[in-house]
């Protein structure tokens, strides 16, 4: 529930500052965003799997974003900085349906 | 989230694992022994054993309420709202177009520049086509516009002649009055005549418009216009140069004379404008078709 309430504040409160990115740190972001979803989905699905832990939660969730962070900006030093960015984001984004897949199996039985 | 049920730690796929046996990059995995000695027993007060732990649907419920304000879940929500942050910066970001522009490679741009170019082209083209269709379209539509321009004087014209449409102009105004009842019909036809012989272009005697197929007849001592009576005073008006109408009707031994002889008062005026509005409606002709 807390949790909840942390994600909930955190768009509101996104909304309202507006607070600027730092250039560099731009291209990052998206990818940073996605990669945090899938580790949300993956918590998501390991408590409906009754085995969810916050330490594994955490690492995962981190080194999600700096894991991929990290690819984005190594492709861009190597200039295929589009091309692996939208290989990360496909990769994450099987991995997210596979998980919301799972988490619909448990809520849904179906 | 599902706090005391964490306590026995399980060998757990890591919370991102699909489960499947694909090892994407961020997930970490850290397979783990079970332990016995969960980190801390007090968090399972209600649920006894280790077998206990909720699974599916029980577990996201008992997960969401009550709500608990632990360690485990104050990361958590750190987490979440780090995450919500961005999302919330990313969506905004994304919906501004500039600073998508501003956070695009310089691939991208070009790609986006050459794009813009192309498309510039194609539209400069169809600029192109369609103003020349434009141009195509108004002079075509100004000859169209001549062209009726030209149709509807030419049926005024035509009109003024076939007696549908009033006429008003320069001319005279005959008025005969007839005490004894000596005018016949062949004195109305020479009259007219007359006037049409002299330039006249528009004619009516009372109420009677007088065209081409005009006749006359008498009709027990009445005269009868295109079959309609008419009657003294006749008045007949006439547009054309009066200069040239009104001589015509004078000359020794024409109307004006053969009418006096007959004991009838003539009288010819000049108006300023002799309004000849008597009307004929058009008739459709059965079988002549125009062949041109």
Same mark, same amino acid.
């Given at each position: ?8 504040? %955190? /768009? ?5 500052t ?5 250039? %560099? ?29 916050d ?11 700096? /894991?991929?962070?990290?690819? /984005? ?13 939208? %290989?990360?984001? /496909? ?20 | ?14 919370p991102?694992?699909?489960?499947? *046996? ?5 997930? *970490? ?6 332990e016995?000695? *969960? ?6 007060p ?12 029980? !577990? @996201? ?12 879940? @104050?990361? +958590?929500? !750190? ?15 994304? &919906?501004?177009?500039? &600073? ?8 991208d ?7 813009l170019?192309?498309?510039? $082209?194609? @539209? ?11 141009t ?25 002649? *076939? ?7 320069? $001319? ?10 000596? +005018? ?42 295109? $079959?309609?009576?008419? &009657? ?5 008006? !006439? ?9 015509? @009707? ?39 078709? &125009?062949?041109?």
């Amino acid at each position: 529930m807390i949790a909840v309430l942390g994600l909930v504040l %955190g /768009v509101v409160a996104g909304i309202l500052t507006r607070p600027v990115v730092p250039m %560099g740190l731009e291209p990052y972001l998206p990818i940073a965003v996605v990669a945090a979803l899938d580790a949300v989905f993956g918590g998501l699905r390991a408590m409906l799997d009754g085995m969810f832990d916050d330490k594994v939660f955490v690492v995962s969730f981190l080194s999600n974003v700096v /894991v991929a962070a990290l690819i /984005v900006f190594l492709g861009d030093k190597l200039g295929v900085g589009a091309q692996l960015s939208t %290989g990360v984001v /496909v990769v994450l984004g099987i991995r997210i349906f596979s998980n919301a897949a799972s988490i619909r199996r448990h809520l849904f039985r179906a | 989230m599902s706090d005391p049920e964490r306590a026995p730690r399980e060998p757990d796929p890591a919370p991102g694992e699909p489960g499947q *046996a694909s090892p994407a990059p961020g997930s *970490a995995r850290k397979p783990q022994a079970p332990e016995p000695a *969960a980190p801390d027993p007090p968090a399972a007060p209600a649920t006894p054993g280790p077998p206990a732990r909720p699974r599916g649907r029980d !577990a @996201l419920l008992a997960g969401l309420w009550p709500p608990r304000v632990t360690r485990s879940q @104050l990361i +958590v929500a !750190a987490l979440l709202f780090v995450l919500g942050l961005g999302l919330a910066i990313q969506v905004r970001a994304a &919906s501004a177009d500039d &600073s998508a522009l501003r956070g695009a490679r310089p691939e991208d741009l070009v790609r986006i520049l050459s794009d813009l170019e192309d498309r510039t $082209g194609r @539209l400069e083209d169809e600029k192109n086509a369609l103003e020349e269709q434009r141009t195509d379209l108004e002079t075509s539509s100004d000859q169209a516009e001549e062209a009726r321009r030209q149709t509807a004087e030419r049926e005024r014209q035509l009109g003024i002649l *076939a007696g549908t449409v009033a006429a008003e102009g320069p $001319g005279i105004e005959l008025r005969v009055t007839d005490p004894r009842g000596a +005018v016949r019909a062949d004195m109305l036809l020479d009259a007219v005549q007359e006037l049409r012989a002299a330039g006249a272009e528009a004619i009516q005697i009372n109420e009677v418009r007088i065209v081409a197929g005009t006749f006359f007849t008498d009709e027990n001592g009445q005269v009868r216009i295109d $079959g309609r009576a008419v &009657s003294a005073p006749y008045v007949i008006d !006439a547009i054309g140069r009066p200069q040239d109408l009104e001589p015509a @009707l004078n000359i020794p031994g024409g109307v004006v004379q053969s009418l006096e002889k007959e004991q009838a008062g003539v009288v010819i005026e000049r108006p300023e404008t002799v309004v000849v509005d008597a009307l004929r409606s058009a008739e459709r002709p059965d079988y002549a078709q &125009s062949s041109s």
